[in-house]
C-alpha cells in the first residue's frame, strides 16, 4: 500500500499590492486579458476546427413532470487519479474523435453545449446532445457528463440574470435534457457579466443547485470562471456555497487582438498570469478543493513585425489546436522562453510570423502548480484538439495518477528542517525519520526541485544515526523549493538574506 505523507509548511506568502478584482478597473491596453468590450468569449472554434463544425438543431421537449434521478453508479472519480480532471466536448469535435479520448484520465466531461436566448431562457439550440454517442462513453467510463450552458455578451447577460422568468424557463428546460441523458449536472460558461448583475448571479446559481437537487443526487455544478473579474460581477465566495467546481479560464492572456505576440497562458512574467489568477479566487474565499486550472489545448499564430519573441503584431492572430501546431513542427523551430515558461515559433511566409501555444512541458509547469496550491484538479479547453495525439494524456497520467510501485513508506515517517524558512545561500540539513522497511532503516535518494518541477539537486543521504537519515541541503537562491523522498513529498521557502 501506498502512503503519501503530507509535509506541511505554514507559509506567510506576500502578494502585490495592487487589486486585482472588482477595483481594478483601468484598461491596460493590449496586454494580457487587456479588457476590451470587442473582446469575443473565449470558448470558439479554433480556425482549424471550423471545418468540421455541425448543425444539428433540435426541438426542446415540452414541460414534464420529473422524478428524482439517482445518481448513476458509475460515477465517480477514476480510481488511479489523485485530482479531478474536466474537460470540454465542444459539439464542433466528432463523436469519432471521442475514441482517442483517455476515459480512464477524466473524471467530468463538459458537453457543449446548450445555447441561451437570454430574453425567454429557452434554448437557441442545444446541437446533438440528445443522440451524440460521447456521453454513452462517458457514462460507461464512469465520468461525470455536464452539459455546459452558453450566454456571451453583457448585454445578454443583463437580459438573462435580470428576469426571473426566463431563469425558470431555461432551468426547467436543463433539468428535462438531463433527466434524458442520464447526466450528472451542468457547467455554467457565462461570460462578460456585467457588474450590476452581481447579486442575480449568485441568485440564479442557488436557485439552480436548488432545482437539480430535485432530480439528482448530489448533483454537479461546474462554471466557467474569469481569469480577470473585470467587472467586478464574481462574488466567488457567495457563488462557493452553490458551485461545485470553478473551472477558472487561466487562458487568452495574449489574446487574437493583442498588439504584441506573446504566451496565451503565462504561468509568469506578465502583471497577470496563472498564479496570480488563482491566488486571487483563494484570496477570495474560494477554497482550493472548488478550484481547476483550465488550460489551453491551443495556441495563437499572429501577423508580426519581426522574429524577435514579444514583436509588434499586424492583425489578428489565427488559433491553432495543439493538433495544428504538432503538424507544423516538423518543418519549424521550436524555441522556449525562460521569462513566460512557454514555447513559441517564429517563421516566415509571405512575412514573420509568431506561434504562442502550450505543450507537455510547459502544461506540466502549471500542472505542478496547481498540485503546489492544493487545488482539487485541473481542465481544458478542449478535447479533441489534440485529435489522436497521445502526449498530453501522458502528461496528466504522469502527473495525476497514483503510483502502485512504493508500497515501502511507512504512515508514521516524518520531515524535520530546522530552522525554518531557510536564508538563501546558506546550506541546511533536511532530516527523516522513521521510514524503514522491513525492520531495516531504507535509505534513498532525495530529489530537490524548483516550484516549477526543475532539478535543483539529488542527494544521497549522509548515514544515519537514531533511526534517522539526513541530507545536506546546498546553498540555494531564494525561492519555494520541493522536495521528493520516494513518494513522500515536503517543500520549504528560502528567504533573502
Known amino acids: ?185 451542468v457547467n455554467i460558461d457565462f461570460e462578460a457579466v456585467p457588474g450590476d448583475q452581481r447579486e442575480n448571479l449568485v441568485s440564479f446559481f442557488a436557485a439552480l443547485r436548488s432545482a437539480l437537487s430535485t432530480i439528482i443526487k448530489d448533483p454537479v455544478i461546474s462554471v466557467a470562471a474569469p481569469a480577470v473579474d473585470w467587472n467586478g460581477a464574481w462574488d466567488v465566495a457567495a457563488l462557493s456555497a452553490s458551485v461545485d467546481l470553478f473551472f477558472v479560464m487561466c487562458y487568452d492572456y495574449s489574446w487574437a487582438g493583442s498588439s504584441i505576440a506573446g504566451p496565451v497562458a503565462p504561468i509568469r512574467g506578465t502583471t497577470y498570469n496563472v498564479e496570480r489568477t488563482l491566488r486571487w479566487y483563494l484570496d477570495e474565499g474560494v477554497p482550493p478543493s472548488k478550484l481547476l486550472l483550465g488550460v489551453p489545448y491551443y495556441g495563437y499564430d499572429w501577423p508580426v513585425t519581426g522574429s524577435a519573441a514579444g514583436a509588434a503584431t499586424l492583425g489578428r492572430a489565427t488559433a491553432r489546436t495543439y493538433a495544428a501546431v504538432s503538424a507544423m513542427l516538423p518543418q519549424r523551430t521550436r524555441q522556449w522562453s525562460e521569462t513566460f515558461l512557454n514555447p513559441w515559433i517564429s517563421y516566415e511566409t509571405s512575412g514573420w510570423r509568431q506561434l504562442w501555444y502550450d505543450d507537455e512541458e510547459s502544461l506540466a ?71 524503514k522497511e522491513q525492520g531495516q532503516l531504507h535509505a534513498s535518494e532525495l530529489i530537490l526541485s524548483d516550484l516549477f518541477g526543475r532539478r535543483v539537486a539529488k542527494l544521497s543521504p549522509l548515514g544515519n544515526t537514531d533511526e534517522v537519515l539526513r541530507y545536506r541541503v546546498p546553498p540555494v537562491a531564494s525561492g519555494m523549493y520541493l522536495f521528493t523522498i520516494d513518494s513522500m513529498p515536503g517543500r520549504f521557502l528560502v528567504l533573502d538574506k
Do not use: C
Not at 433540435?58 to 422524478?67: A, I
Open 365 to 435: 509547469y502549471k500542472y505542478r502548480l496547481a498540485k503546489y496550491l492544493d487545488l482539487a484538479g485541473i481542465g481544458m479547453w478542449a478535447l479533441g484538439y489534440d485529435a489522436d495525439l497521445p502526449g498530453l494524456w501522458d502528461l496528466i497520467e504522469r502527473e495525476f495518477t497514483a503510483s502502485t510501485s512504493i508500497a515501502r513508506l511507512p504512515q508514521s515517517a516524518s520531515f524535520e528542517l530546522w530552522p525554518h524558512p531557510l536564508r538563501a545561500g546558506v546550506p541546511t540539513t533536511i532530516s527523516v525519520r522513521g521510514i
Open 1 to 185: 500500500m501506498r502512503f503519501l505523507i503530507l509535509f506541511v509548511l505554514l507559509l506567510a506568502v506576500v502578494q502585490g499590492s495592487i487589486p486585482y478584482g472588482m477595483a481594478q478597473q483601468h484598461s491596460i491596453g493590449d496586454g494580457p486579458h487587456a479588457r476590451q468590450a470587442a473582446r469575443p468569449p473565449l470558448h470558439l472554434p479554433a480556425a482549424d476546427t471550423v471545418a468540421a463544425m455541425a448543425d444539428a438543431e433540435q426541438s426542446l421537449h415540452d414541460d414534464k413532470q420529473y422524478t428524482a434521478m439517482p445518481r448513476s453508479p458509475a460515477s465517480r472519480l477514476n480510481d488511479a487519479l489523485t485530482h479531478i480532471v474536466h474537460g470540454y466536448h465542444p459539439y464542433w469535435i466528432s463523436d469519432e474523435a471521442a475514441e482517442h479520448y483517455r476515459w480512464d484520465l477524466l473524471t467530468h466531461l463538459a458537453w457543449f453545449s446548450y445555447e441561451v436566448e437570454p430574453s425567454t431562457g429557452e434554448a437557441i439550440t442545444f446541437r446533438n446532445w440528445r443522440t451524440t454517442t460521447v456521453i454513452d462513453q462517458a457514462k460507461a467510463a464512469g465520468v461525470n457528463v455536464l452539459l455546459t450552458v452558453t450566454n456571451f455578451g453583457t448585454a445578454n447577460n443583463r437580459t438573462l440574470l435580470s428576469s426571473p422568468d426566463a431563469q425558470d424557463v431555461l432551468i426547467t428546460r436543463l433539468l428535462a435534457l438531463l433527466q434524458e441523458r442520464g447526466a450528472q449536472g
